[in-house]
Structure formats: structure tokens, C-alpha cells
């Protein structure tokens, strides 16, 4: 019989083998990360329907513009030339593709405008006069294929079919062969002189049919001609030895042959598909039938491009040659509208080159000197979209340069998150590390919970990217759970233990101390992994992508925090026993001083609650009241960035160079033209429009483009989006035509309110009924979640206050749009673990029949440590966050970590027991008048 100790090993080694399997791809997980939020909007919104339809009808480049601000030293022209030769050698040094440097300022945009203007008008009619050409082609291409391809399977087909029979023909003569002699060794030679070749014949055919049962009209014909040719040679009744000595096989072979060549007149079976070749040359075109033999029975698609392409070699324009290939056996129109959006692209290349736009440093000298700045200058460098970090880490080698564009940002972005993210976890294990042991005064078991969180760490880094290595996954993902893991999984695991340890030092034996963890802490960590999962996993039902994998990236977090806690964790304590206490043993409760602390706070609080209450209500009014006044809240993650770069170049754009911090904006008309034109005129009389034009012009649709003249991340495009939505309504109503916006100030929209609605709308109230159902279930009580609620929204009103205090108010840093959302949904879900320890544990001291005010003082005495460890564990965790450069987790980690503190240090010991005390028997509101004992999680 297997033994517990023995289960308790198959358990903790099927864990881990499943564990290090799913740990061995965390390392991937980083190639799947997405800085840019826009990448995962909704499918069904409207700017994502807007880019579809530019896509389709317009056209995506693949090329992207960086704006490059150059410093200026004070020695005049010779400095400005170097400076802006060292930027076109950098684009000269990238091995790439239509690599272009543009030398503009400010002032010269009229003479560049013109030159774009004429440049783009006469590419228009190139590509005017091609557009047929394009389609023509395209047809006649696409139905050589598909021709090709029909008489392909129809070649292969006759192919197989023909070669099918003749070979099951031939099978079947073998086969009819072998019984025949079979047959005359056990019938015709026993029974001869009364039998006859008719009857022999007739006996094979029946066995053939009995054992095979195939080909019977071409055996029967086989055996009729066999037979005939038997009896007019040798007669119906020949002896035994005159029919042995007659060589059946081969008569049998010839006749096969006979038979065949009736059904296939002129087949040579060794040359099936040239019999088949001859068939179809008749009827078919000599080159199609060559190719589509040629491409082979499954269809090799690249070889038949290839094929068909070298007829069309010499009758297509050069203009059309390099867009062949991708016109060829496409059967997708849409890649007509690619090749001529392409095309568009390389006429405009190939004009630029034979025709240079305009450079500032062809003005005379004098005139050069009015159009600086006289400190900056501005150069565009036109790339493909995939060679910005080429470009920018070799530009970024001098201090005097600064390029700027969105990609260039969230490329800085994700390299400063890169870099951030080993020291944060290194920090945070040794913080979390340093704690547990000054919490516990043991080593074993802080070693034993960060060994085991780690590895759940690793595991659910390696399942996120199972899950989305066909996805993006959002970057704020990865990095959260890390504190969750960390944080929640660090409070089970000296929940559990410090009670191990509280029952072994009041006498029970180790089986005895284990079972009572497990009836009385199990219990509680279950509920509260099921707030924290369902609440911060309500974050999945969101729209928004990058909100979904935060919520699918806690829930996996959680779920396998709770199984390594709550699970795992039990059964190495089984395995160790006091082992887990070492080296201090039963003397590691080392917490008397902190434990007297905390009892006497609880103590004041059930003396003066009413006292404590006024305290606690006057200070959440005065932070609630600076927030208001104070909050101010940015969706620009450059305004929450450190000085790189780009941001400096931004700004200096901003400042300097105004007319090139623009972004674009797309407006789609279902309607009429003339409702079409009426909105580009009131469009284009925006104050914040650069330019506006008519980009399609397709039947009952129009695609408007306009430059705004704000970058994609700033704020300031909501107020566009806004003022654009204004004017689209007004051609609406008056045209009655629907308008779709989208774009950068689209997407900004809908990125940031859409997502708010959808939150402050839905999501926390969902979280809330979550906490609330669940904590109702386990406490058999309303009133202690909502209460636990409002004390929750206490700490982080205190805690966001703080926040806004340090880095609006003393470093003039904005407040980042997320801070909010993560604090509140955190704490919500988080923050119910301390108050499940206190209430949990008070709700037992009143089974064992003290009073409120004696059982809840008793609780926090007993769980007050381990609240205040576990909290300080959290705090830590968050905290390693401010060792990032980037001010959005800076926020994070001072909100949330202060927010922990405050909750489990001030709220916890001091306004609970008040507020309980206040309550008194309405407490266990509406189940009981006052909890009689009838606990819900066992007995011992």
C-alpha cells in the first residue's frame, strides 16, 4: 500500500516535470510582446473599419518617415553641410532598399509642397494610363491559370483512372491464373475423365468471385476468351497432362493484353501518361498541356507563376514586369489595387531620383542663412518601415542628433522595458526574499515559497506564449504578474506557514498542525485566489485586446499560484515537517514586539471607534478633494518617458518645426459626391487640418485623407477626433450619407474613451460583484464585503493622492491614463487578502465564543504579522517597479506599493475593528444576528 508520504513525492515531481515543461518556452514569450496598443483594438469599431477600407481601397505603404532634428553650432554653413552629410551617409551605410534623405525646414515647406504636388500629380497619370494594362493583365493571367490548373486535374485524373485499372486488371489475371491451377490440381485431376474445361472454368470463376469479388465483367470476359481459344485447340475434355502442359499463364497475360488495348485502343502500358498526353493534344492548347503536366499532380502554384509569367516575359510594359508574380494566379482582385498602390510608389521613386526634390543647401548662401533657425534644422529620411533601429542606433551616436516618428518611440520604448525587466525581477526576488526571512525568522521556508513561486513565475510566462504565439500580446502583461505571482502567492505561503508554526508551538504534533492549515487556511486562500482571479480575470471580457490579455495573464497567474500554494506547498510541509521551520525551529517567532504593536492599535481602535471612523472619513475627503483639483491625466506614453531621443526631438519639433508634428486622419462617406466634396471644403477649414484631399473615388464611396497637425500619441488628438466627428455629422445630417472616421485621432479616441466607457461602465462593477458574491459565500455575511470594499476604495483614494502629490506636484510628470484603472482593479482584487485574514481568523475566535471586540482584537494580534509581512512582501514586489526608466511603472509601483502599506498597516488594525465594533451583530448581516460558529470551512 502506497503511503502519504509517498503520494505527497508523486504529486510535487508530476508538478514539477509539468512545470519546467511549460517553463522551458517563458524565454519566447518576448518575441510575442506588442508595445503599441493600437495593434490590438477590436475588429468591429470604427477606426479599424476605416483602415480596412484604406488598406483595400488606398493602400498601406511599407515605407515609413523619419523626421531627424539636427543641433547647430555657431560656425555657419560648413557645420550645417557636415551635419546633414552625416546624416545621409547614415542612410547610405543601411543595406536597404529606396533609402531617401529630404532636406527640409520650416520656412521651405511651400517649395517642397509644390514639388510633392507636381511630383504626385504626374505619377497620377502614369498610373491612370497603367490602370487597365493592370487589370487586363490580371485577367488574362488568372484565367491561363485557372485553365491550367482544370486541365490539370483533368490530365492526372485520366492519369490515375487509367493506371488504376490497368494495374487492378493485370492483379486480377494473376490472380484468376493462380486458382485456375489450383483448381485443376484439386478438381480436374480428380475428377477426370467426368468433367470438362466449361466446368473447370466455371468453378474458378465462382472461387475468384468468392475471395475476391472485383473485376468480375472483365473475369468473365477474360475466362470466355481463355476458355474458347482452350477448347478449339485442345477440346472440351483433354487429359490432365495435355492441359498441365499448355502454358495457361500466358494465355491468360496475352488476353489480359487484348482486352486493354480493346478499352484503351493504342495504350502502351508502360507509357500510361503519354497514352493520356496523346488523348487530350488534340483538344488543348500545346502549352497549357505541357505546364499543367509539368506542375505535377498536387499543383506546384510557384512553378506554375513561374511557367505562365516567362509567355508574358515579352509583351508586357517594364513598368508591369516586377508586379508579374504577384499578379499571377492570385484569384484575389484586391492584389490589382496593391500592385497599383506599389507601382504608385515606385513611379514616385524613380521621378525623385531623376528628379531630386529640392534642397535647402542649393539656396544661395544669404537665403540659407533667413530659412534657419539659427540653433535647429530638420532632414526627412524615407525608409522601409522595418529599418528604424538600423537607422536610429546609428544616428544616435551623436548627442546633436534626435529622430523622431511613432515607431521610433515605441522602439525606445520596448528597449528601455528590454533592459529594465531583469533587474526588476532580480530586485524583486531578493526584496521579496530579504522580507519573508525578516517576517519569519526562518530560511527553509522563504527559500522553499520563492523556489516554488519562481518556477509558477516561469510556467506562466511559458503558457502566455502558447497562448498568444499567434496573437500579440501586450507588454503590460508580462510585467504584471510577476508582482501578482510574487505578491499573493508570497501571503499564502506565510499564511500557511506562520499558522503551521503558531499550532505547533501550542502543542500539536506536526500531522495535527498540518491538517489544521489545511481546515483552516485552505479555505482561505481558495477564496481569496477567486477574488483575486475572477476579479482582475474580469479584465478578459473587455473589447480591447490589450485589456484582455492582461485579464487572461491574470487569471493563468493566479490559477497557477493557487495550485502551487495551496496545493504544492501542503504537501512539501507534509514532507518536511518542522523542516521547513529551519534553522530557528519553534523558536522562529520572532514577532512579540510587532504582535504587542499591532494589539494595541486594535485595542485603541474598539475603545474609540467612532473616533477612528471621523479620522479616516476626514482624510479620504481631503485626498478625494486633491484629486480632483490636481489630477491631471495624460494617454501620451511620451509624456511618461524618460528624456531619449526621440522625446527630446519631439519636443523640439513642437517648438521649432511645427508643421511636421502632423499624423493623418481618414474620412469615409457612404453616399453621394457631392456630399463627399461639401465635407473635404469643411474639412479642409479646420483650424488644426495641414491638408486635405480626395483619395478615392469609388461607386457610392469616398475616402478622404487629411493631415492633422498633432503626432499619433498625443492628446490632443481627441479634441480633433471630436472636432472632425462635429463636421462628419453636419455633412451627415445635411447630405443624409454616413461618415466613418478613422486614423491616428480616431484611434487615440477610441483607444482611451472607448476603453474608459467600457471600464468605469462595466468592468469595475463586474469586479465589485465578483468580491462581493464570493466574499458573501464565504463569510455567510453582506455587510464584511461591502464593507471591505469601501475600506479598499479608502486606501487607494489615500494612495493615488500620493502619487499625484509626488510626480505632478513635485516632479511636474503627468498622471499616465492606466494609473487608475491598475490601481483600482489590483487593490479590489489583492487587497481582500488581508482583510480575509483578519475576518477569517476573527469569525474563528468567535466559534470558540469570545466577543466581537475580544475576537477581532485577537484576530489582528494572532494575523496582524502575517498581514503586515505579507503586505510588506507586496510592497516590495510593486516597488521594484520604480527601478524602471519609464515613468508608467514608477507610477505603478509607488501607487500600488503605498497603497498595500496604508491598507494593511493603518486600515487593517485600526478602521476594521472599529468599523466592526460599530456593526456589531449587523456584521453578519442578513444571515445571522451574530456568527454562532456554524463555520463554513470544517472542523479540525
Known sequence: ???????????????????????????????????????????????????????????????????????????????????????????????????????????????????????????????????????????????????????????????????????????????????????????????YPNTSLTTLFELTTKDYELKHGDYDQYINELANETLTQLVNDIGNNPTPYVLVSKNITGILLTNYGHIIQQEYPGININNITGYVYDLLINDTNDTELRIAVLIGPNVDMNLLRLLVIQEYLNNVSPLLLPYLYQLTCSNNTSVVNSVLSEMRTSVINALMQEHPPPSILDLPNNLTQKFLNGTYTVAFITLPSNYEDEVYNLLTRRDWVYPVSTDVILYELEKMVSSDVNIIDKTTAALVFVTMIAMLGTLVGPVMSLTVLGLTYLASLGLLYNWAIHFKLYYLTVYMIAPIIFGIGVDYSMLMLSRYLEERIAGHDKDQALKIVLSRVRPTILASASVVGLGLGSFAISRYGYIQDIGIGFIIAVSLTVIATAVILPEIMRLLGDGVLWPMGLRAKSIELRTAFLSKMAKFAVDRPRLILAVFLAITALALTYLILNIRITTDPVQVMPNTPA???????????????????YLVVYGNESAALALLNAVKGQSYVINAALSYNGSGMYIITATVNQQSLSDKLIPIYLGLREVANEVAREYGVRV?????????????????????????????????????????????????????????????????????????????????????????????????????????????????????????????????????????????????????????????????????????????????????????????????????????
Open 1 to 191: 500500500m502506497i503511503s502519504r508520504k509517498h503520494v505527497s513525492i508523486l504529486i510535487i515531481v508530476a508538478w514539477l516535470i509539468t512545470m519546467i515543461y511549460i517553463a522551458h518556452y517563458s524565454f519566447h514569450v518576448f518575441n510575442v510582446l506588442t508595445y503599441d496598443e493600437s495593434q490590438l483594438m477590436p475588429n468591429n469599431i470604427e477606426p479599424i473599419i476605416v483602415k480596412n477600407l484604406v488598406d483595400k481601397y488606398i493602400g498601406t505603404s511599407n515605407e515609413t518617415t523619419l523626421v531627424v532634428v539636427i543641433k547647430l553650432s555657431s560656425n555657419g554653413t560648413t557645420n550645417i553641410e557636415g551635419r546633414l552629410n552625416y546624416v545621409s551617409n547614415v542612410t547610405e551605410m543601411i543595406d536597404s532598399p529606396n533609402i531617401t534623405i529630404t532636406d527640409l525646414l520650416t520656412t521651405y515647406n511651400e517649395i517642397y509642397t509644390i514639388y510633392n504636388e507636381t511630383i504626385s500629380n504626374v505619377t497620377t497619370k502614369i498610373i491612370d494610363n497603367e490602370s487597365s494594362n493592370v487589370w487586363n493583365l490580371y485577367w488574362s493571367l488568372n484565367n491561363e491559370c485557372s485553365s491550367i490548373i482544370r486541365l490539370n486535374r483533368k490530365y492526372y485524373s485520366m492519369v490515375y483512372s487509367v493506371a488504376d485499372e490497368v494495374s487492378g486488371e493485370f492483379n486480377a489475371t494473376v490472380n484468376y491464373a493462380q486458382l485456375l491451377y489450383y483448381e485443376i490440381e484439386n478438381y480436374y485431376l480428380r475428377n
Open 647 to 665: 522625446k527630446v526631438g519631439l519636443s523640439l519639433l513642437i517648438n521649432y518645426f511645427r508643421n511636421y508634428d502632423y499624423s493623418t486622419a
Open 740 to 940: 466613418l472616421i478613422g486614423g491616428s485621432p480616431a484611434d487615440k479616441y477610441y483607444f482611451v474613451l472607448g476603453f474608459e466607457r467600457e471600464y468605469y461602465g462595466l468592468i469595475i462593477y463586474v469586479m465589485i460583484a465578483v468580491n462581493i458574491v464570493i466574499l458573501t459565500i464565504y463569510m455567510r455575511s453582506l455587510m464584511i464585503p461591502l464593507r471591505l470594499v469601501a475600506t479598499v476604495l479608502m486606501s487607494i483614494t489615500w494612495s493615488l493622492a500620493l502619487t499625484i502629490f509626488v510626480f505632478q506636484g513635485l516632479m511636474g510628470i503627468q498622471t499616465y491614463w492606466l494609473l487608475p484603472v491598475i490601481l483600482i482593479s489590483l487593490l479590489l482584487s489583492v487587497g481582500t487578502d488581508y482583510d480575509l485574514f483578519i475576518v477569517s481568523r476573527f469569525r474563528e475566535e468567535i466559534s470558540n465564543g469570545l466577543s466581537d471586540r475580544d475576537a477581532i482584537v485577537r484576530a489582528v494580534e494572532v494575523t496582524g504579522p502575517v498581514v503586515t509581512g505579507a503586505a510588506l512582501v507586496l510592497a516590495m514586489a510593486f516597488a521594484s517597479l520604480a527601478l524602471s526608466s519609464i515613468y508608467i511603472l514608477k507610477q505603478v509601483a509607488l501607487a500600488v506599493a503605498s497603497s498595500v502599506i496604508i491598507d494593511s498597516f493603518i486600515v487593517r488594525p485600526l478602521l476594521v475593528p472599529a468599523i466592526i465594533v460599530l456593526l456589531g451583530k449587523w456584521n453578519w448581516w442578513p444571515f445571522h444576528g451574530r456568527y454562532t460558529g456554524h463555520s463554513v470551512i470544517g472542523n479540525d
